[in-house]
């Protein structure tokens, strides 16, 4: 059993990628991050040294706090957090014991630089229907909380990028698009490092219904229906992205949780007899 405010491995394995995952603050000194750069999923840099003019803009937050193996610096920051007003707990094991559980890692290869706020800004075509809005999603859950998204007219996307510091998505001719039958979503979950069954199994639902294949999974025409049908109910695009967080939110909580489970009407009654008697 953890120490009191203090959560395990397993305890926040199950809550990354959620929309109530609780902010991951990484303290890792700059030595301990150099030896290992990759971050957790959606998880921040902070110098614990500022610990007590950052953490004031956290009060009412849950947070988990992470060092290099769970001990004074994830302790010390995790203490000024409470006293500030945070909810905070420390990783037990910290980074070293994340990374030796098999656990996910964010690449941070290719995470585009941050703004004045401390977010990425993300630009493409407007009117997103499939992958303009799972790739958000990825992100949002798995890379940046406080990502902000751009849609703009197509003829405007590359223009937009460069003046207003955006990096482009799912448009020809740049880095984070389609590559041969897969699609925008396949790439940043292969780029980010991403890899793992549910997000796995979640990308071939999204290219089935991005790449007009809705035979390639059980679930694509669902998606693809869901998706075209949200596309009509809201004529703002971020609008529109906010519904839609919640039906990936669910299609990733049926493919890390739910796919052996069915589903039918009546249910059986216990002590119920079935079969013929002769």
């Not at 656990?103 to 004045?116: F, G, K, N, S, V």
């Not at 075209?228 to 919640?246: I, N, P, T, V």
């Not at 949780?257 to 059986?268: F, G, I, M, Q, S």
Request: hydrophobic share 45%; with cysteine; net charge negative.
């Amino acid at each position: 059993m953890p120490a009191p405010d203090t959560i395990t491995v397993a305890q926040l394995s199950r809550l990354i990628g959620l929309p109530d995952a609780p902010l991951l603050i990484d303290v890792r000194t700059e030595e301990d991050h150099a030896a290992d750069p990759r971050l957790l999923p959606a998880s921040i840099r902070r110098d614990h040294r500022g610990v007590d003019g950052w953490s004031a803009g956290l009060a009412g937050r849950s947070a988990v706090v992470l060092c290099q193996r769970g001990l004074k610096l994830s302790q010390g920051v995790a203490a000024w957090l409470r006293c500030n007003g945070a909810r905070a707990e420390v990783l037990e094991g910290g980074f070293e014991a994340w990374a030796g559980g098999g656990q996910l890692l964010l690449r941070p290869d290719h995470i585009p630089a941050r703004d004045a706020q401390g977010r990425t800004v993300w630009v493409t075509r407007s009117r997103p229907k499939i992958d303009r809005i799972a790739c958000p999603w990825l992100i949002r859950r798995f890379v940046d909380a406080q990502a902000v998204f751009l849609f703009v007219a197509l003829s405007e996307v590359q223009a937009v990028a460069e003046r207003f510091g955006a990096t482009p998505f799912d448009i020809e001719d740049v880095f984070w698009s389609h590559r041969g039958e897969e699609c925008t979503f396949d790439t940043m979950v292969t780029e980010f490092g991403l890899r793992s069954e549910a997000l796995s199994r979640l990308a071939m639902i999204v290219r089935g219904a991005d790449t007009d294949r809705p035979g390639l999974t059980p679930q694509s025409a669902g998606l693809l229906a869901a998706s075209l049908g949200l596309s009509r109910m809201h004529r703002e695009d971020l609008a529109q992205l906010d519904a839609a967080m919640g039906l990936y939110d669910a299609f990733f909580r049926w493919s890390r949780d739910a796919v052996a489970e069915t589903h039918n009407w009546p249910a059986p009654q216990p002590g119920a007899r079935t079969g013929i008697v002769a």
